[in-house]
C-alpha cells in the first residue's frame, strides 16, 4: 500500500512540473504572439490584443474610416474595441504569416456577418525575443 501511494505521489509531483514548465513556456519572450493575436482577433478581445501593442503603432482601419500614421496604445485599443462591436467576429483565420531576425508578420481574413475583411499585423521586436505589435491594417 506504501508503494502505491508513493508511487501515486511521484506521479502527480511529475505531472505538476510538466503543467509548470507548460505553462512557464508560454510566457517565455521568445514564444511567438502570432497564435495569441490571431485568438484575441477572433473572440473580439481588443483588451488582450492591445496586451501586444507598441507604446505607439499605425493604425488604418478603412471600413470606419481610421487612419493614423502614429496612435497611442490606448487610444488604439478603442478604436479596435469599436470595430469589434460593429463589426462582431464571426470567425477569423490566418492566411499567411512570416519573418525576419527583427520583424514578424501575419495577415488574415476576419468575417463579421456577411461581410469579410483582411487584416494585416506587422510586430517589431521589442526586445530580443519579444514581438511588439507596430501596425494594424484592416481593409474590406
Known sequence: MNRIIMFLKAKSIGLLIGILWATLSCFTPTA???????????????????????KDLELR??????DFASVQA??????????????????????????TPHLRYATGTYWS???????????????PGQYRIHSIQVNE
Do not use: C, W
Not at 32 to 53: C, K, N
Not at 77 to 90: D, Q, T, W
Open 32 to 54: 511567438d504572439p502570432t497564435q495569441a493575436i490571431g485568438v484575441s482577433i477572433q473572440s473580439g478581445e481588443a483588451h488582450q490584443l492591445a496586451s501586444y501593442f507598441d
Open 113 to 127: 456577418g456577411s461581410r469579410s475583411f483582411h487584416i494585416n499585423v506587422l510586430m517589431r521586436q521589442a526586445t
Open 74 to 99: 490606448g487610444q488604439a485599443e478603442l478604436i479596435m474595441r469599436s470595430f469589434f462591436r460593429k463589426y462582431p467576429p464571426l470567425r477569423f483565420r490566418t492566411d499567411e504569416q512570416g519573418s
Open 61 to 66: 482601419i478603412d471600413p470606419v474610416g481610421v
